[in-house]
């Protein structure tokens, strides 16, 4: 089945600095990929949607001066948390869909960011 | 897309059917019906999906009603390792997928 990877899977860093989640699918291209966050016993909230070569759209209430988003290729989008504070602690999960079929999406593994 | 609604939480025996029941009464002719499940701490693992017909795979069979306002995911034999969040989501052609609170599953020995 199709594979969809996260990197890296955790990361810590301090206050103020930026880190970079990269998704990639690994067997197929998606020109549309999601990114999601979740906190502590609640359920997925979608932040974004990445396209292929385009600005994404960004879900109402989520900064994207703040959550940086490049779809640069079919195969990877990446996620940029600019000047991370603690409340941005969460886990963060992209998904993809394959451009053959439409109809299936696949999740990556997501990445837990502890901001201390 | 649609709103689903789906219990809280459900218990079942190691071993037995689990069946997962989710409410969709306002969904769309061309909307799909989609599940999903997140084990603790992974991304979500697609299960199943269907439009109108009962569909069965090496995971699931998902029950859609005739008027297409409920779905029934179907565990035939549950083990521990189902024990898991399943997320039942109707979304026309794989547009941004929104997540619902989900149904906490605890399978039990």
């Known amino acids: 089945g199709a594979v969809v990877s996260q990197h890296p899977s955790w990361v810590i860093c301090k206050s103020g600095t930026s880190v970079k989640i990269e998704c990639r699918s690994l067997?197929?291209?998606?020109?549309?990929m999601f990114w999601y966050r979740q906190f502590p016993k609640q359920s997925l909230m979608l932040m974004a949607t990445?396209?292929?070569?385009?600005?994404?759209?960004?879900e109402q209430g989520v900064e994207k001066d703040k959550f940086l988003i490049n779809h640069a290729s079919l195969t990877l989008s990446t996620l940029t948390v600019t000047s991370a504070h603690p409340e941005d602690s969460s886990f963060y999960i992209c998904?993809?869909?394959?451009?053959?079929?439409?109809?299936?999406?696949?999740f990556g593994p997501g990445t837990r960011l502890t901001v201390t | 897309d649609a709103k689903t609604t789906q219990p809280p939480s459900m218990d079942c025996a190691e071993g037995r059917a689990a069946n997962l029941p989710c409410n969709h009464s306002?969904?769309?002719?061309?909307?799909?019906v989609y599940w999903y499940r997140q084990i603790h701490s992974q991304g979500p693992q697609y299960i199943i999906h269907?439009?109108?017909n009962n569909e069965t795979n090496e995971m699931a069979s998902l029950i859609i009603t005739e008027d297409r306002k409920s779905s029934t995911l179907i565990l035939p034999h549950a083990t521990l390792r189902d024990t898991a969040v399943y997320y039942c989501?109707?979304?026309?052609?794989?547009?941004?997928?929104?997540f619902g609170a989900g149904t906490r599953l605890t399978v039990k020995p």
């Open positions: 990445s396209n292929e070569g385009s600005k994404a759209t960004y």
């Open positions: 998904s993809a869909s394959p451009l053959a079929s439409s109809y299936e999406q696949y």
């Open positions: 306002t969904i769309s002719g061309n909307e799909y």
């Open positions: 269907g439009l109108k």
């Open positions: 989501i109707a979304l026309y052609n794989n547009n941004d997928m929104r």
């Open positions: 067997d197929f291209q998606a020109t549309t």
